[in-house]
């Protein structure tokens, strides 16, 4: 599981799945967590407390 803080601030996440407080599944590869992390710095700088996901998690367990 993997929950963001920046500077004492939960910043939370827009992945698609509806729960926007952490990540709780296994990720491909490092470049898609590189990305994600890459997305909430540049939000979080800006003083953002949700940001958007580079990509879209909705349909990843669909069965």
Not at 17 to 46: C, H, M, P, S
């Amino acid at each position: 599981m993997v929950m963001f803080f920046f500077r004492n601030k939960h910043i939370m996440i827009d992945l698609g799945t509806g729960n926007n407080n952490k990540i709780n599944w296994a990720l491909k590869d490092k470049q898609e967590f590189v990305d994600i992390v890459e997305t909430v710095y540049r939000g979080a700088r800006k003083g953002r407390c949700l940001v958007i996901a580079p990509k879209d998690y909705s349909t990843k367990y669909r069965y």
